[in-house]
């Protein structure tokens, strides 16, 4: 399994920024995906969930109305498009899977949210 994130890294207050994940390694289809992030000092934190199959989401309250989590399962990707970000969104962003048991991250993602 292996996941790797991609991101723009600096965005300004109130800015917007789309993080990819590329997934490989299992059946993408049919597994949730889900993000987190951990900002500094901070333990890392579930931001979003999707669903496999129609692709059901959960959010944390702290991003609901502002992030979207989406999957594109022909190109084996899982999005979140982060919108009116923050300087509190400042974090590194990981995309994970649980795959047989097993959990895996990618290698995150830095969103710095300053001007």
């Known amino acids: 399994v292996q996941l790797v994130e991609s991101g723009r890294g600096l965005v300004q207050p109130g800015g917007s920024q789309r993080l990819s994940c590329a997934a490989s390694g299992f059946t993408f289809s049919t597994y949730a995906m889900s993000w987190y992030r951990q900002a500094p000092g901070k333990e890392r934190e579930l931001v979003a969930v999707?669903?496999?199959?129609?692709?059901?989401?959960n959010y944390a309250d702290s991003v609901k109305g502002r992030f979207t989590i989406s999957r594109d399962n022909a190109k084996n990707t899982v999005y979140l498009q982060i919108n009116s970000l923050k300087p509190e969104d400042t974090a590194v962003y990981y995309c994970?899977?649980?795959?047989?048991?097993?959990?895996?991250w990618g290698q995150g993602t830095q969103v710095t949210v300053s001007s």
């Open positions: 999707i669903g496999s199959v129609g692709g059901s989401t």
């Open positions: 994970n899977v649980m795959v047989r048991a097993r959990t895996y």
